[in-house]
Each structure stands twice: as C-alpha cells, then as structure tokens.
C-alpha cells in the first residue's frame, strides 16, 4: 500500500465521507464520534481505567509501561488484526484518538510494524469536534434557511426530502419529533447528533447552492437538543406550509406510526415479542401526553386505541386506528400548531399540496 500523509484536512474527511477508525476506548466512542467512524480500540475501558489511574499515581512513564503489559501478547495480536480488517475494508481511511498523540501514535506503529502504512488524524478527535462546532456556529448565522411548515401528518419529512438542499433533523436525531416519535433503533448522544447536524450542514454549503431546507422542529426532537441559534433563526425564516385534508394525514399518520412501526418491531424483534412491543410503544407515547390531553379524553382515545389494536391483531385491518388518529390531530395536535404558527416571524412564501410545495421549491432553485 502506498504511504499516505497524515492530515488535518478536516473539511474534505467529511464531505468526501471518509472511512475513519477510533482508536479510543469503548466509552469514549459511545459518548460520541463522527459519522463513518467505527471503534477499534487501542485499550478496552477496563485497560484505560487502570491506565489513567497509573497515570495520575505514578506518572506518564509508568502509564505507559502498564500500557504494554496489559495490550500484549494475543490481546495485542487480536487487536492488529481488527485494525488490519477495517484497513482491508477501508484502505482510504484515517485513525485516531483524543488528541492525536499516544494512541493514535502507537496504533500507527503497531500497524507499520504489520506492514501497512496508515494514517492519522492530526489533533484527533478533539480537534475534529471543534472544528465541526466551530463550522455549525458559523454556518446557523451564515445560512440562508427555508422551514417547512404544516400540521401534524401532512408528510412535511416526506416532502423534504425531494427539495433542492434539505437538512433532515429528524432523520438525524433518529426521531420523528412528537410523543408518538421514537424509532425501534435508539438516538444517537448529543454530541452524535452535534456532529452529524454539522456534518450534514457542511454539505449542504459546500456540496450543493441555494437555501437550506429544513424541517419545522421544536428545539427538542426526541432528547436531542438542536442548538438554539438554529432554533431562532427557524423561527424567523420563510416558510413553505403544507397543507392536506384530514383524511390524508389520517392515512399518513396510520402508516408512519401503525404500519410502518409494527412491522419494524416485529423485524427486529419477531412477530410475538415485537408485536407486544408495538403495542406498548403505541400506548405508552399517548400515556405521555396524558396531562395535557386530560383524563376523560385521554380515556376515550386510549379505549379508541385499545380496540384498532385488538382488530389489528386479529385480522390485519389497520384502518380501526382512524378512530383515535383523526380526533388527535383535530382536537390536541391541530390546536398547538395553529398557535405555535401564529407566532412565526417569517414570510409565507408558499402554502398548497405536496406537489405545489415542491415545484416552488424547485423553481425557485439556483440555475
């Protein structure tokens, strides 16, 4: 393999979406990283654990020499030769650790001593990390941004994501942003979510032109925390407003979150054990809103949902779920959007269908 120099060219490692191998400790890499990065660890946590301690006790020197005696041997061997594999799968790639200094140092020698050149990232992953911080700041104020706005169930993700430029928050956050918005796969951290917004932000500016499009979201999608400069300027931006009848959302809603979801949980879970938990995540997320929806009709709906379930489950007909979807949106969800637009600052620029909202979009797009 030919030698490639080590680099500090962060911007072109994430628009060119390279392969990146984290050589930091499970925990580390659990707290966040990039998006294409994988762990392979120089030391497991219990290793870096005793490690640190030895560290602060005795020094570097002696951090270092307990460092040897615990990665060596067949722990050693085992370790080069997952890095050998993510470099066989990726030999484009990069590695690193926190700051680019022992880890990242080590791991390079180890892999040389192999026989493969590979390598680093200058400055590791803090460096990485404030750069992207760094660019997102500049990038919210800089920005030119478009929102698209409409009620609940009018397929504002669906629409999105045929627009010249979109950024899709919630496809970021793993979440559809509402009560009933958990996904069978988990959230990514915050700082996950921190990283892939500025990664998808980068290229939105760099890869494509014209205005950012995003999505309508409440400062919190999921447990993820947009940046509250975003949030103010998705409030003072122009806004495109979908709008569809009451029977199309009805039906969006019932295959985003009745279709869709139970046959997600019983892929991942098989069909009796993930049927159950289709079930308590369709009732749990209206359980949630229970306050603000108040006893007696938090009841009402809940019965509503009960029985679209148990029909469900007997027969396959999904359709008994519009009997809880549509008062939902007409009493709870209808309501808290029409307020919540009423306080927007920003220019209408277009309302209508799906068809109209995106061939204004498109129209209205760099040549």
Same mark, same amino acid.
């Given at each position: 393999?030919?030698?490639?120099?080590?680099?500090?060219?962060?911007?072109?490692?994430?628009?060119?979406?390279?392969?990146?191998?984290?050589?930091?400790?499970?925990?580390?890499?659990?707290?966040?990283?990039?998006?294409?990065?994988?762990?392979?660890?120089?030391?497991?946590?219990?290793?870096?654990?005793?490690?640190?301690?030895?560290?602060?006790?005795?020094?570097?020197?002696?951090?270092?020499?307990?460092?040897?005696?615990?990665?060596?041997?067949?722990?050693?061997?085992?370790?080069?030769?997952?890095?050998?594999?993510?470099?066989?799968?990726?030999?484009?790639?990069?590695?690193?650790?926190?700051?680019?200094?022992?880890?990242?140092?080590?791991?390079?020698?180890?892999?040389?001593?192999?026989?493969?050149?590979?390598?680093?990232?200058?400055?590791?992953?803090?460096?990485?990390?404030?750069?992207?911080?760094?660019?997102?700041?500049?990038?919210?104020?800089?920005?030119?941004?478009?929102?698209?706005?409409?009620?609940?169930?009018?397929?504002?993700?669906?629409?999105?994501?045929?627009?010249?430029?979109?950024?899709?928050?919630?496809?970021?956050?793993?979440?559809?942003? $509402? +009560?009933?918005?958990?996904?069978?796969?988990? %959230?990514? &951290?915050?700082? /996950?979510?921190?990283?892939?917004? =500025?990664?998808?932000?980068?290229?939105?500016?760099?890869?494509?032109?014209?205005?950012?499009?995003?999505?309508?979201?409440?400062?919190?999608?999921?447990?993820?925390?947009?940046?509250?400069?975003?949030?103010?300027?998705?409030?003072?931006?122009?806004?495109?407003?979908?709008?569809?009848?009451?029977?199309?959302?009805?039906?969006?809603?019932?295959?985003?979150?009745?279709?869709?979801?139970?046959?997600?949980?019983?892929?991942?879970?098989?069909?009796?054990?993930?049927?159950?938990?289709?079930?308590?995540?369709?009732?749990?997320?209206?359980?949630?809103?229970?306050?603000?929806?108040?006893?007696?009709?938090?009841?009402?709906?809940? $019965? +509503?949902?009960?029985?679209?379930?148990?029909? %469900?489950? &007997?027969?396959? /007909?999904?359709?008994?779920?519009? =009997?809880?979807?549509?008062?939902?949106?007409?009493?709870?969800?209808?309501?808290?959007?029409?307020?919540?637009?009423?306080?927007?600052?920003?220019?209408?620029?277009?309302?209508?269908?799906?068809?109209?909202?995106?061939?204004?979009?498109?129209?209205?797009?760099?040549?």
């Amino acid at each position: 393999m030919a030698s490639r120099p080590d680099t500090d060219n962060f911007l072109s490692l994430f628009l060119n979406n390279t392969p990146l191998m984290d050589v930091r400790a499970p925990v580390e890499f659990a707290r966040g990283s990039f998006p294409g990065a994988e762990n392979a660890p120089l030391m497991n946590d219990e290793e870096r654990h005793r490690i640190g301690i030895c560290y602060k006790e005795k020094g570097q020197d002696e951090a270092i020499r307990l460092g040897h005696q615990l990665v060596s041997g067949d722990i050693k061997a085992q370790r080069i030769e997952a890095w050998k594999r993510f470099i066989a799968r990726h030999p484009e790639g990069y590695l690193f650790c926190f700051r680019g200094g022992l880890r990242s140092r080590l791991t390079q020698q180890w892999i040389q001593e192999a026989g493969i050149d590979y390598p680093l990232i200058k400055g590791g992953y803090k460096a990485l990390r404030r750069f992207l911080i760094d660019s997102l700041e500049h990038l919210i104020e800089s920005s030119e941004f478009r929102i698209i706005s409409g009620r609940t169930g009018t397929g504002k993700t669906r629409v999105l994501q045929q627009l010249p430029n979109p950024v899709d928050l919630e496809g970021l956050a793993n979440h559809r942003g $509402s +009560s009933f918005g958990r996904q069978v796969t988990p %959230q990514p &951290s915050q700082i /996950d979510f921190e990283n892939r917004l =500025a990664v998808a932000m980068l290229k939105a500016r760099h890869l494509k032109d014209g205005p950012v499009y995003l999505e309508d979201e409440s400062r919190l999608v999921g447990r993820c925390a947009m940046p509250d400069t975003l949030k103010e300027r998705i409030n003072q931006a122009p806004l495109l407003i979908l709008e569809q009848s009451l029977d199309e959302r009805t039906r969006i809603i019932r295959e985003d979150y009745v279709e869709t979801m139970s046959a997600d949980y019983m892929s991942r879970d098989g069909e009796e054990a993930g049927w159950l938990n289709f079930r308590d995540y369709l009732l749990g997320a209206l359980d949630r809103i229970s306050k603000r929806l108040g006893g007696e009709r938090h009841a009402r709906l809940r $019965s +509503s949902m009960e029985q679209a379930l148990a029909q %469900q489950e &007997s027969s396959g /007909d999904v359709h008994g779920h519009d =009997a809880w979807i549509q008062p939902l949106l007409q009493d709870y969800y209808d309501p808290m959007y029409d307020y919540q637009l009423s306080q927007k600052q920003g220019q209408v620029l277009v309302r209508g269908g799906s068809y109209e909202v995106i061939e204004w979009a498109r129209s209205n797009a760099p040549a």
